[in-house]
Antibody, heavy 118, light 106 residues
Framework: QVTLKESGPGMLQPSKTLSLTCSFS??????????VSWIRQPSGKSLEWLAA???????YYNPSLKSRLTVSKDTSNTQVFLKITSVDIADTATYYC??????????WGQGVMVTVSS | DIQMTQSPASLSASLGETVTIECRAS??????LAWYQQKPGNSPQLLIY???SLADGVPSRFSGSGSGTQYSLKINSLQSEDVASYFC????????FGAGTKLELK
């Protein structure tokens, strides 16, 4: 059974660095073609793809946010991380991680709400 | 960046009706397109991938079509459980989502 679960700080202040963790089970990120992505969704709005890391360790970033994002994974291939630097109110959103094999996200986590507020 | 223009933004339909949602890409995405359903408080659920392939467990009343820059999602015989928001996503060049369509019952 494939599951993913996001975790994060809940709330943080502007200008700080947001650190998120995606813990998953039921599949191996070392399997050829496997990708874990981060996507966010401000309340009532659409989805925005942020970053992804694949089975080979290659990393992909949204060009408009690339300078602020860092995606990584642990050596056991059971967790993927995302760091966003210099957060502001516009980064307030629900953050999801999702697995994909053929491009589309076939399994998503439940999401974690992050509020940026002073 | 590839832009995805989704229409309509909202849609009201009756039970049993057929509904169509469309997405237009700013350039050819070679059928690298997915459709998701999202109900309030839940994460998106994959409906269609590669423009016209039905994801596992998705009812056959959902179908996808299109090529090049134009794609559509059709829901036949609308059911009450289909009330949700729907999003398209291109994955030909990075990833971009459409703005979404909110489907309600008339």
């Amino acid at each position: 059974q494939v599951t993913l679960k996001e975790s994060g700080p809940g709330m943080l202040q502007p200008s700080k660095t947001l650190s998120l963790t995606c813990s998953f089970s039921g599949f191996s990120l070392s399997t050829s073609g496997m990708v874990v992505s981060w996507i966010r969704q401000p309340s009532g709005k659409s989805l925005e793809w942020l970053a992804a890391i694949d089975w080979d360790g290659d990393k992909y970033y949204n060009p408009s946010l690339k300078s602020r994002l860092t995606v990584s994974k642990d050596t056991s291939n059971t967790q993927v991380f995302l760091k966003i630097t210099s957060v502001d109110i516009a980064d307030t959103a629900t953050y999801y991680c999702a697995r994909s094999q053929l491009g589309a996200g076939d399994y998503w986590g439940q999401g974690v709400m992050v509020t940026v507020s002073s | 960046d590839i832009q995805m223009t989704q229409s309509p933004a909202s849609l009201s339909a009756s039970l049993g009706e057929t509904v169509t949602i469309e997405c237009r890409a700013s350039e050819d995405i070679y059928s690298n397109l997915a459709w998701y359903q999202q109900k309030p408080g839940n994460s998106p659920q994959l409906l269609i991938y590669d423009a016209n392939s039905l994801a596992d467990g998705v009812p056959s009343r959902f179908s996808g079509s299109g090529s090049g820059t134009q794609y559509s999602l059709k829901i036949n015989s609308l059911q009450s459980e289909d009330v949700a928001s729907y999003f398209c996503q291109q994955y030909n060049n990075y990833n971009t989502f459409g703005a979404g369509t909110k489907l309600e019952l008339k």
